[in-house]
């Protein structure tokens, strides 16, 4: 039985500028299953980020949007990780992911970041690779066939029809939610994979 996840982290940049840019893929995760497990967050200094805490059949589950911008997303994971001595395979990062198209989803443990800054940041304040990934298709300019760069696409709203494919992805995401909170990573893998049509 793998270990169940204690930790989610969601990964955007802080501020209005940003709230509803592509990047910011999961942080808007985030927001629902904050939601799904009735806790709010607030804003922890020490912890670099806006934290929630919630119980799950009785265990303590952490939730956090980092506040530092997606680069430095690695000192409120890391800090939230060593304060409350969590193992990388407890830990599971949502981002927002230029490889899937919108709609499309996967969970994995391991692997590189793939130029993704934030996992970038987390894989060096956590010394590993080894903590979950659930990526969110957002899409690629030229899989969506525009000629905008990459920064400059990431730091945009998505297009009406490519919102609501992300929303799709998210219902879908936080589906999991429950099932990567008791470990079975499996499961959690099938129901989400089962909807990348």
Known sequence: MSEPIR???????????YERTRHNAGFWLLDQIADDLRVSFTN????????AK???EGA????????TYM?????????????YKLAPEQILVAHDELDLLPGQAKLKQGGSHAGHNG???????????????????IGHPRSLGLAQQVVD???HPPRKEEQARIDETLDRSRAIIPAVLKGEFEQAIQQLHSGNA
């Open 44 to 51: 922890e200094k020490p912890f670099f980020g806006h934290v």
């Open 71 to 83: 680069n430095r997303s690695g000192q409120a994971v890391g800090a939230l990780a060593r304060f």
């Open 7 to 17: 930790l989610i982290a969601g990964l955007g940049n802080p501020g209005p500028d």
């Open 153 to 155: 696409f990431v730091l």
């Open 60 to 67: 303590a589950i952490l939730l956090v949007k980092p506040m």
């Open 119 to 137: 996992l970038k940041d987390i894989q060096a304040a956590l010394g590993s690779q080894a903590f979950w990934r659930l990526r969110l298709g």
């Open 54 to 56: 919630a119980r799950f």
